[in-house]
């Protein structure tokens, strides 16, 4: 299922795959509002790019449920999900190497809560979110990065140390926390009933499940044959052992993309971008967005 032949994955997710167990595991698939239940007020949740499988439904599932106080961290940018969040009154900080509506211009909610002082903003780098989150992955307190020393960056991070290589004396050497999230929340194309979940060549989802506690993933689709037992798909699966929660949501990601199997809705971020730089124009797109279903 090469990115190249868009109609390999559209005939997985159609539902080719043969059947298999006739029913749910209840504890690992589960209702949407089930999933987003699981993520409390406080917790340390992990969010991909705009490009990498970002679950708006689930987005929309927890502000229905009035979350509060999420601490969120983007791997290692993002931008609709994070804004809508923010202007929504669920996040309390963020951390991340940049929020942007990309060509729909800058993260308005997001730009108003920094300047307003209504969250806490963790300034960092595209390299260091990924080294941090892979010394979770590998169980590691701490990991070295070179490329921080002198950066305005480094100066602002407390949590942050400056040391010497142990193997080259003289050699200062920028030493990160790992960051193991609570949560890492996604949008992917299926999974099976097991909880194993296709992510395809989205490898970046695989370091925030890995870093994290537990996954929590909305689908396009669940099949009913194992993921793993089929060549064509188990290079691309993310193990159900990193994955604690599934629900299905077609077109979860809406209005962005998905891989191969939609595009993201131009039209519409750019309608959010132009509603939400006011609080006014926010708060009427809010009311529509969490009212309604994704577009077909």
């Known amino acids: 299922m090469h990115g190249r032949d868009p109609t390999a994955i559209q005939r997985c997710v159609a539902g080719a795959l043969p059947a298999g167990r006739p029913v749910y595991d209840p504890g690992m698939i589960t209702s949407l ?24 439904a689930a987005t929309r599932a927890l502000i229905q449920r009035g979350v509060r106080g ?51 903003m963790r300034d960092t780098t595209c390299p260091a979110i990924h080294a941090a989150l892979q010394a979770a992955e590998k169980g590691i307190p701490f990991i070295p990065l070179r490329g921080l020393i002198g950066s305005d960056i480094l100066a602002n991070r407390a949590d942050w140390r400056v040391g010497e290589n142990p193997f080259a004396p003289g050699d200062q050497i920028a030493f990160l926390p790992a960051i193991q999230p609570d949560i890492a929340l996604f949008h992917a194309a299926m999974a099976d009933r097991d909880g194993n979940v296709w992510i395809g060549r989205r490898r970046e989802l695989v370091t925030m499940a890995h870093a994290a506690k537990t996954a929590l993933v909305t689908v396009e689709r669940v099949v009913e044959e194992s993921l793993l037992a089929n060549e064509a798909t ?20 809406w209005p962005l ?25 926010f708060a009427a797109w809010l009311a529509d967005f969490v009212a309604t279903k994704a577009a077909a």
């Open 70 to 120: 999420l601490r969120l961290i983007a791997v290692p940018t993002s931008g609709l999900q994070a804004d809508v969040l923010i202007g929504a009154g669920c996040v309390a900080e963020l951390e991340a190497a940049a929020v942007s509506l990309g060509e729909g211009g800058p993260a308005p909610r997001f730009n108003a809560a920094v300047v307003g002082g209504r969250i806490g």
């Open 33 to 56: 509002d089930d999933l987003a239940g699981r993520i409390r007020p406080g917790m340390l949740v992990a969010i991909p790019p705009d490009y990498s499988g970002v679950a708006m």
């Open 257 to 281: 993309g998905l891989l191969d199997l939609y595009p993201a809705d131009e039209a519409a971020i750019q309608h959010y971008a132009a509603a939400a730089r006011s609080d006014s124009g």
């Open 234 to 253: 188990a290079a691309g699966v993310l193990p159900a052992l990193y994955v604690g929660g599934v629900a299905e949501a077609p077109r979860g990601a």
